[in-house]
């Protein structure tokens, strides 16, 4: 069976990126646009259920090219909520591999997030709102932990520096989580290198005051990530992908594309990424943010994708475009332009499971449907341009 997302007629679609198969590492996605990483706040003790069965099941139908599934905890005190999915333990290897195989079903290439949540762990699912979990609800408020004893906000706990010897264990941690996912047939391998979380609150100086080799020059800052990227790659098959989101910015200077000694910017993301690359990370997700609490800065349009350009062009690595793409023509735009190589949306998935479909009418490609909803098409393909009533199904 051929996946949704695929242009009927590969001739005919070869002007547009968007429908052009993508290789990364190992991996072909048979289109360049993929369901961004979203928690979701429905597991239970790390472990994923029917609910992530169904809503990634959803989605996969619909043509993405790859899903990453939600940031996952590599430790228990490394998930953003009680609620969130883990891979710290052998046990939710299996749950996991059921969303894999339903994902893999469709024809998508499933990939997942994993990450260490430091001095933002133990909080509400944001429906909830914002306060921190505590012990009695399943948190665990006197156990966060960052590179300095600097709480995120005024109502958030204050984080225990860790030890050389945690970061030690975290890196480990990071690597058996990896290990996991391999194991549950997981394709994509994303680190959660960015939004305030563990690593990047180690890469900016506004959040990082230690003054061991961990802390201070650009180099001991990022020391933590590129031994994560290590300990990973010394585990994770080169026949599949490996690709790190990072803030390209934490904003602590308003000129997002300006310099912030100190904080984080995107001249030491450049920086950065080439060190990736060096290490064979083969995609940097590029997005920004939520490493400082109330810095201002524009979120509009496409308001990232000037990173993923910057980043691409001057570290010579591939790069994925996030952030506020909601119109095929768009994404298709950036890819024309040379600006990113692969496009992650979000929330316009939430809304639109059928965004990849609608993406290829706006772009008059005529891509496959899933088989089973064949019997819709013919309206949907012709809706903007003749009316046509649909024919009783025989
Ligand atoms: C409900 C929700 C959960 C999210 N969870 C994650 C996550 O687990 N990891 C991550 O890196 N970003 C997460 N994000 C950020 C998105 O991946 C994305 O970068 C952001 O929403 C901007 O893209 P959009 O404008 O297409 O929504 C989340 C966003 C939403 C709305």
Redesign the pocket.
């Known amino acids: 069976m051929k996946p949704a997302g695929l242009p009927v007629e590969p001739k005919d679609a070869e002007h547009v990126k968007l429908f052009k198969p993508y290789k990364s590492g190992g991996i072909t996605f048979h289109n360049r646009v993929g369901v961004?990483?979203?928690?979701?706040y429905a597991a239970e003790d790390g472990m994923m259920n029917d609910f992530h069965v169904m809503h990634y099941g959803s989605l996969a139908l619909k043509g993405p090219g790859l899903i990453i599934m939600?940031?996952s905890g590599v430790v228990p005190e490394g998930r953003?909520t009680p609620q969130c999915a883990g891979l710290w333990k052998d046990e939710q290897i299996a749950p996991l591999k059921r969303v894999v195989d339903m994902i893999k079903s469709q024809g998508s290439i499933p990939g997942i997030?994993i990450?260490h949540a430091g001095r933002k762990a133990s909080c509400s699912p944001?429906f909830k709102g914002d306060y921190v979990e505590t012990k009695e609800a399943g948190g665990w408020p006197n156990d966060t932990v960052a590179p300095s004893e600097i709480p995120f906000a005024d109502h958030y706990p204050k984080p225990h520096a860790m030890t050389k010897e945690e970061i030690k264990k975290t890196v480990q941690a990071f690597a058996d989580a990896a290990v996991r996912a391999d194991k549950a047939g997981i394709e994509v391998l994303e680190i959660?290198a960015?939004?305030g979380y563990l690593i990047s609150t180690f890469y900016s100086a506004a959040s990082n005051k230690r003054t061991d080799e961990y802390g201070g020059s650009f180099e001991n800052r990022i020391r933590f990530l590129l031994e994560t990227i290590e300990a990973i790659r010394a585990v994770w098959p080169r026949s599949k992908s490996l690709w790190v989101?990072i803030s390209c910015s934490d904003y602590t200077n308003p000129d997002s594309l300006g310099e912030s000694p100190e904080g984080w910017d995107i001249y030491q993301s450049v920086k950065l990424a080439k060190e990736l690359k060096k290490l064979g990370v083969d995609v940097i997700d590029c997005?920004s943010g939520g490493i400082i609490n109330n810095v201002k800065y524009p979120v509009e349009k496409m308001y990232q994708v000037k990173f993923a350009e910057k980043i691409k062009r001057e570290a010579g690595i591939d790069t994925a475009a996030?952030?506020?793409?909601?119109e095929g023509e768009d994404a298709e735009d950036i890819l024309q332009k040379g600006k990113a190589d692969f496009i992650?949306?979000?929330?316009?998935f939430?809304r639109n499971s059928a965004f990849v479909l609608d993406a290829a009418q706006s772009l008059n490609v005529d891509i496959t449907w899933p088989q089973q909803y064949s019997w819709a098409v013919k309206k949907a393909r012709r809706r903007n341009t003749e009316k046509v009533t649909d024919k009783p199904a025989e």
């Open positions: 961004s990483p979203m928690c979701m939600e940031a953003i997030q990450g944001p959660h960015a939004h989101r997005s996030v952030g506020m793409i909601v992650l949306v979000a929330r316009e939430l």
